[in-house]
């Protein structure tokens, strides 16, 4: 499966007009308002649960059609008229600067007392934050449309070649610390040049990804290594999307038999509830979840040492998991769910290392894949 | 500076197989006095501060003579006796089957019941993770020269070429992400190929970095580009100590104005006082606080905005840090944790965002290099 895509330059300056044009708009409609006497005010979807609408034949989350307003003459709605304000203002900086900003950085830039009082713009990074979903939700623009970054986390190697900013990276040699794949993975920033993987594997963690890399699976089995520390970053997940979108590659996810493993799946899959208007552009429905599996106790005749209890709070979670709309109607993530309760235990990917080193590259994920065992 | 450095496969077995003779050695130590009617015991060099030095001459820790006993009889030394053992065992056969392993990795190939009782040869992690240490003292041998390895954190970029398991890679070329530095950065993993760069800048976050990577800093510069994800992990430790000792750069932090920020110097400088036995390999007694400095407040001409208040603890840290051996005789030092201390509050790299994006790596960085005005 040797694919290419480009994104040219002018599509790119093209991309970021765009967003520059949706910001000016938003300011003019602000100035259109106040210039025929109206109340200056702001439209903005409602970014709560009761507004996130699960898409059940496109398989994703939506946004609802709620919207709240927020008015410059409203004492209880001018701080936040004017937050958003300075934001959009620093984002347009931000775009015709060509340069990018971390979510830290947009709180200090913004950051200053308001004029004539001992008030400042933002009490902390959290309110600085928030306003960001609001723009972003408003503009509908990705935050790494609106040139905005996160901390970054997660390596890459395998069989693709890849241009980051200009720079051809071959994944297929960057030995044993890979690539570190970057907070914005946006086309403007990556393209994917040359491909023969035939997946993706992604796993938890960066110990086991290291245990992957080291074994070479990604040049035994045709494939891409990814690995996202914990919880993919946002950054992670749009890779992994434009991996399954672009080049049309399967995205397998290695991650523990716990509620935070079943979770990050989760995540990857269908996003969060409370942030439903990413997931027009980072879910992947098509995910599959290859392990650890509940039954794999038995099936891989693992010994007790295995075992981590399941706290209440692990029992809360899976429940709560086993309601998502994505797992609600699934019997095969029901029975999975039921399982792992039945069971009492946990076990991570790393309990397969009682069973052999390499026994998790060689033997567990290769017939798994073999035998198409995995739910989804 | 053109340097360069190699190790060639030879070595890289001979250190293998020194560290396979000392393992050796151990069990036949062991062996030995059993031979002889005596109990089998092994020495192992005490841990404590109490037995940690401070060699002002050559500015590192050092661990004292102190040594403790583990014996097989003893039944409060028997499970510590016998996970050594085990621990020790597992490291010959990683060293043999040319492969490492993570922490968790060893816990769980070492876990299992002890024959003829119900009790586990590990509690937890932390149990076994306390043993590999034991055996790093015992061995005199790096953890990761016993193909052990951690979670890896930390990114490079810059003019440097190296090689990696037999990857050359261009750091010149690695767009926006940049190279995941490896957890294991020994020479039998990482060798420096071709060196331009005069300087290595460490920054503590990631975000900050892809500031410095997005203004081609290390270009302009000629220098190469670090971060370590906060503290940096002994990988990211390895990696500076070696550019430091082997190419002859220069090692400048920039970090906050906060305990913290001084602790992770402190780390770089020295190595944490629990773990002395790591100084000799990994402390960096030469490396240089670039900032931010508790009177960059006035010298930027900073507002207010930036001041994050002391707490109590920042000042207990503080006070504390204040009198590590190695910043006790400084001046300069003590002036400038009595100056934060006067100042009553903490600054980030990021507050320099309040006067230009890219302040920090336009003007900052190069203006307190060009004037040597640094920290060491």
Chains 1, 2 share one sequence.
Not at 356 to 369: K, N
Request: proline share 3%; charged share 30%; with cysteine.
């Amino acid at each position: 499966m040797a694919k290419k895509t480009s994104t040219s330059s002018a599509s790119v300056k093209d991309r970021d007009r765009a967003t520059l044009t949706k910001i000016t708009g938003l300011a003019g409609d602000v100035a259109k308002r106040a210039f025929a006497d109206k109340e200056p005010l702001i439209t903005i979807p409602t970014r709560t649960k009761s507004n996130t609408l699960w898409d059940k034949r496109r398989g994703i989350l939506q946004m609802g059609d709620g919207t709240a307003e927020r008015q410059l003459f409203n004492l209880g709605q001018a701080k936040q008229f004017m937050q958003t304000c300075l934001h959009a203002s620093s984002i347009k900086d931000l775009i015709n600067a060509e340069k990018t900003l971390s979510l830290r950085g947009m709180f200090y830039k913004g950051l200053h007392t308001v004029a004539g009082t001992k008030e400042k713009t933002f009490a902390d990074q959290d309110e600085s934050d928030g306003i960001l979903e609001d723009l972003e939700v408003t503009l509908g623009a990705l935050r790494e449309e609106l040139h905005i970054f996160a901390k970054k986390a997660g390596t890459m190697v395998g069989n693709i070649t890849i241009v980051d900013s200009g720079d051809e990276i071959d994944c297929r040699r960057m030995g044993s610390g890979g690539y570190a794949i970057p907070s914005i993975c946006e086309p403007n920033i990556i393209r994917f040049k040359k491909c023969e993987a035939k997946f993706v594997l992604h796993v938890e963690k960066n110990t086991v990804w290291s245990r992957f890399n080291e074994d070479r699976f990604w040049e035994k089995h045709n494939c891409i290594l990814t690995e996202g520390g914990g919880q993919p970053s946002r950054g992670v997940r749009r890779l992994l999307y434009r991996l399954h979108h672009e080049l049309g590659l399967p995205i397998y996810c290695l991650l523990d038999c716990d509620p935070w493993g079943h979770y990050i799946y989760s995540v990857i899959k269908q996003g969060s509830i409370s942030l439903a208007f990413e997931s027009e552009r980072l879910a992947i429905p098509d995910a599959r979840f290859l392990g650890i599996r509940a039954k794999d106790y038995q099936e891989c005749e693992l010994s007790d040492d295995v075992q981590i209890a399941l706290n209440d709070n692990d029992i809360k979670r899976a429940n709560e998991i086993a309601q998502y709309p994505w797992f609600a109607d699934k019997k095969p993530w029901q029975l999975e769910i039921r399982k792992m309760l039945a069971n009492g235990f946990k076990m991570e990917v790393e309990s397969l290392i009682t069973k052999d080193i390499s026994y998790v590259t060689e033997t567990y994920v290769p017939e798994r894949l073999k035998a198409k065992d995995w739910l989804d």
